[in-house]
C-alpha cells in the first residue's frame, strides 16, 4: 500500500502561482508513476499531469501546458505541481494519484493510490 499527503494548496489571485507537493509513504517510490488530477464543483476528475517513475518523460492537458510542471524527487518520496498564471478556471481540488503498473495513461482509473486532496481557489 501507498499512504499520498498533498499539501500546497490555497487562495491566490490570477496570474499568481503555487507549487503543490504530494509525500509518499509505504511502498519504493520510485516504483511509482505519479499523477495530479483535479476536479472542480459539478464536474468529472480530470488528467493534470503525469510523471515517470525515474522523471524523465512527463505528459500534460493541454489547457496547462506551459503553465503546470510536474517533477519529482524520490530522495524524498514526494512530488511536486508548480502552478504559474494561474487562472479562475484552474479552481478545483486537487489530487495526487500513484500508478504501480507498467504502462502509461490519462485515466484516472488507471491509477492504484490516490490522496484525500488540496484545494487550489483561483479569484480576485
Known amino acids: 500500500q501507498v499512504q499520498l499527503v498533498e499539501s500546497g494548496g490555497g487562495l491566490v489571485q490570477p496570474g499568481g502561482s503555487l507549487r503543490l507537493s504530494c509525500a509518499a509513504s509505504?511502498?519504493?517510490?520510485?516504483?511509482?508513476?505519479m499523477g495530479w488530477f483535479r476536479q472542480a464543483p459539478g464536474k468529472e476528475r480530470e488528467f493534470v499531469a503525469r510523471?515517470?517513475?525515474?522523471?524523465?518523460?512527463?505528459d500534460y492537458t493541454e489547457s496547462v501546458k506551459g503553465r503546470f510542471t510536474i517533477s519529482r524527487d524520490n530522495a524524498k518520496n514526494t512530488v511536486y505541481l508548480q502552478m504559474n498564471s494561474l487562472k479562475p478556471e484552474d479552481t478545483a481540488v486537487y489530487y495526487c494519484a500513484g500508478r504501480q503498473r507498467l504502462g502509461v495513461t490519462q485515466s484516472a482509473a488507471g491509477y492504484d493510490y490516490w490522496g484525500q486532496g488540496t484545494q487550489v481557489t483561483v479569484s480576485s
Open positions: 510523471i515517470s517513475r525515474g522523471g524523465g518523460n512527463t
Open positions: 509505504g511502498r519504493t517510490f520510485s516504483s511509482i508513476a
